[in-house]
């Protein structure tokens, strides 16, 4: 989702206040700069909900009540050359995803398949960036992310037929690499909206869809201030709702299943069920060699083929194109690179707040009305 902004910020200077964010915020400059990036380029992509929005009031925030360990450094507790398993060291989601996707890269490159599940780890933004690390080397790339509450949540996705949320938003990306079409980048929740969304809506004084979700009391809900329960993919069980849930599944048992994220020893956790218990983020990645099926150029010709047949297809109705995943968000992209990022007034206030307190230049520009 796209939005309408009070000022603009060209990408590179946007990218450099975050990154010196994060610095005086405490990260080493690497793993700033790679957060940096995560969050610049989902703006610039208009994926405006996972971008710089969240860095005061959820990672500054947490980094601050000592929730997100600026120092943390991600460790290997076990491996093979086709697989690791990662402690994330309660570490910024944002930077341990970059790493953890390395390491796959890494492994991919010199056994033609790398995946790793990653522990202990926070939030880690918009998934469609850790894929899009890997179509940078013409690899299939694979982000993952998932959270689960086995006695519930108070916000959340519902499992079908259940009454309190169990879920977070488990998205699923998954990108493949093409000749001269637009990388495939698929990028969606397994519910029906992101929570994210629905506190953007609420930001920007925006009513939600009808379906999206409840309040707390299980009632359908549009005003985002009082959405709590999310539905899964489809909506009801009449609607295809449990093949949402099955995808959230899914994600969170590759997620936390893999890495121990979800293990015993709880016992002592009101939140745990059977001992059982997830107290952090966790995280799979995943990245692919074409060549070990066919040959790279080929596929990615063969990849353009598919695209351009449904470019071409008959459109319904009122439609003047059929797109796939990735192509809006390409081209948000090109737009944005050449008009810059616009920002909300509410994001403008957060970040010359933190311009103050980290003593760290804003280079803001006034947005234009108009085309």
Same mark, same amino acid.
């Given at each position: 989702?796209?939005?309408?902004?009070?000022?603009?910020?060209?990408?590179?200077?946007?990218?450099?206040?975050?990154?010196?964010?994060?610095?005086?915020?405490?990260?080493?400059?690497?793993?700033?700069?790679?957060?940096?990036?995560?969050?610049?380029?989902?703006?610039?992509?208009?994926?405006?909900?996972?971008?710089?929005?969240?860095?005061?009031?959820?990672?500054?925030?947490?980094?601050?009540?000592?929730?997100?360990?600026?120092?943390?450094?991600?460790?290997?507790?076990?491996?093979?050359?086709?697989?690791?398993?990662?402690?994330?060291?309660?570490?910024?989601?944002?930077?341990?995803?970059?790493?953890?996707?390395?390491?796959?890269?890494?492994?991919?490159?010199?056994?033609?398949?790398?995946?790793?599940?990653?522990?202990?780890?926070?939030?880690?933004?918009?998934?469609?960036?850790?894929?899009?690390?890997?179509?940078?080397?013409?690899?299939?790339?694979?982000?993952?992310?998932?959270?689960?509450?086995?006695?519930?949540?108070?916000?959340?996705?519902?499992?079908?037929?259940?009454?309190?949320?169990?879920?977070?938003?488990?998205?699923?990306?998954?990108?493949?690499?093409?000749?001269?079409?637009?990388?495939?980048?698929?990028?969606?929740?397994?519910?029906?909206?992101?929570?994210?969304?629905?506190?953007?809506?609420?930001?920007?004084? $925006?009513?939600? =869809? !009808? *379906?999206?979700?409840?309040?707390?009391? @299980?009632?359908?809900?549009?005003?985002? %201030?009082? #959405?709590? $329960?999310?539905? =899964? !993919? *489809?909506?009801?069980?009449?609607?295809? @709702?449990?093949?949402?849930?099955?995808? %959230?599944? #899914?994600?969170?048992?590759?997620?936390? *299943?893999?890495?121990?994220?979800?293990?015993?020893?709880?016992?002592?956790?009101?939140?745990?069920?059977?001992?059982?218990?997830?107290?952090?983020?966790?995280?799979?990645?995943?990245?692919?060699?074409?060549?070990?099926?066919?040959?790279?150029?080929?596929?990615?010709?063969?990849?353009?083929?598919?695209?351009?047949?449904?470019?071409?297809?008959?459109?319904?109705?009122?439609?003047?194109?059929?797109?796939?995943?990735?192509?809006?968000?390409?081209?948000?992209?090109?737009?944005?690179?050449?008009?810059?990022?616009?920002?909300?007034?509410?994001?403008?206030?957060?970040?010359?707040?933190?311009?103050?307190?980290?003593?760290?230049?804003?280079?803001?520009?006034?947005?234009?009305?108009?085309?």
């Amino acid at each position: 989702m796209t939005m309408e902004g009070n000022a603009i910020i060209q990408a590179d200077a946007l990218r450099a206040f975050v990154a010196a964010v994060f610095e005086r915020a405490g990260l080493a400059p690497g793993p700033a700069s790679d957060a940096a990036d995560v969050l610049v380029w989902a703006n610039l992509r208009g994926v405006d909900t996972h971008g710089v929005r969240n860095l005061k009031p959820l990672y500054i925030n947490l980094i601050d009540q000592g929730r997100i360990d600026a120092r943390a450094r991600c460790t290997v507790e076990y491996e093979t050359p086709l697989t690791a398993r990662v402690d994330g060291g309660g570490g910024l989601g944002l930077a341990n995803a970059c790493w953890g996707m390395r390491l796959a890269m890494e492994k991919a490159r010199q056994s033609g398949i790398g995946l790793v599940a990653m522990r202990h780890s926070h939030h880690f933004g918009a998934a469609g960036y850790y894929p899009w690390m890997a179509l940078q080397q013409d690899l299939i790339g694979i982000g993952l992310t998932g959270r689960f509450a086995a006695r519930g949540a108070e916000i959340g996705v519902v499992p079908t037929f259940a009454a309190v949320p169990m879920f977070s938003t488990n998205p699923i990306s998954i990108a493949f690499p093409t000749a001269e079409e637009p990388p495939f980048l698929l990028d969606m929740a397994t519910s029906i909206t992101p929570y994210n969304r629905v506190k953007m809506y609420q930001e920007l004084g $925006r009513i939600l =869809p !009808l *379906g999206w979700g409840m309040d707390d009391q @299980g009632q359908p809900a549009t005003d985002p %201030a009082v #959405v709590r $329960r999310l539905y =899964p !993919l *489809g909506g009801s069980r009449e609607m295809g @709702g449990h093949k949402g849930y099955g995808l %959230a599944m #899914v994600v969170e048992v590759l997620c936390a *299943g893999l890495s121990g994220e979800w293990c015993d020893g709880h016992d002592e956790d009101d939140r745990c069920f059977e001992g059982y218990a997830q107290t952090h983020d966790a995280h799979f990645f995943g990245a692919i060699r074409v060549d070990l099926f066919r040959p790279l150029e080929e596929f990615k010709r063969s990849m353009d083929a598919m695209i351009r047949a449904l470019h071409a297809a008959p459109k319904e109705p009122g439609q003047e194109r059929i797109y796939v995943a990735g192509e809006i968000e390409h081209e948000t992209e090109q737009e944005r690179r050449r008009k810059g990022i616009p920002l909300p007034a509410n994001v403008v206030a957060d970040l010359q707040e933190l311009s103050r307190r980290f003593d760290v230049p804003l280079a803001l520009g006034e947005a234009k009305a108009g085309p």
